[in-house]
């Protein structure tokens, strides 16, 4: 099964905080406590996984008394990517598509070319999708019409 790891999941819903903060007039900036109850997490947990979100210049610190973090740039400019790769390093499908020459097939590995394609794939997604339209509600599922009820004729034996 494919996922991100716990902390990028926590890290993405650290981040949809700040950027739901970033348009009010309160304050400028939260605390990492703050946060830590906007989110539902524990406050080491938001602390744990500011520290790679800050060192990739996602969110800006601002020390003392009335510090705290906030988005370093508008949440329309921040690709989920950013997040993924700040907590989790290089995406990768396969070791291969991140580093090469760690595999021994590698020279006549006959997927590797296809695995490299659906790591692009799935970059440019993650790239496309921005912190702003994660704060989105999710569209509305259609909900499918009814299908006319059919007619089933029993024949009951006699015995």
């Keep these: 099964m ?12 650290v981040m949809t905080v700040l950027a739901a903060h970033q348009g009010s007039e309160q304050v400028d900036v ?6 830590a ?8 947990t938001v602390a744990k996984v500011l520290k790679p979100l800050s060192q990739a210049g996602l969110v800006a610190a601002t020390r003392g008394a009335s510090g705290g973090y906030r988005l370093a740039r508008p949440a329309e400019a921040i690709g989920l990517i950013e997040i993924v ?3 989790e390093g290089p995406l990768g499908m396969t070791e291969c598509t991140v580093h090469t020459g760690n595999c021994g097939i590698e020279q006549s590995c006959g997927v590797r070319a296809n695995w490299n394609r659906i790591n692009d794939v799935v970059i440019e997604a993650l790239r496309n999708v921005t912190l ?7 569209p509305a599922k259609p909900v499918p019409e009814p299908s006319p009820a059919k007619r089933i004729d029993l024949h009951l034996a006699t015995t």
């Design 132 to 138: 702003a339209q994660m704060l989105a509600p999710p």
């Design 85 to 87: 790769e700040a907590l």
């Design 37 to 44: 109850e906007r989110a539902g997490l524990e406050t080491p």
């Design 2 to 13: 494919l996922r991100v790891a716990k902390l990028t999941d926590y890290a993405t819903v």
């Design 30 to 35: 939260l605390s990492a406590s703050e946060l």
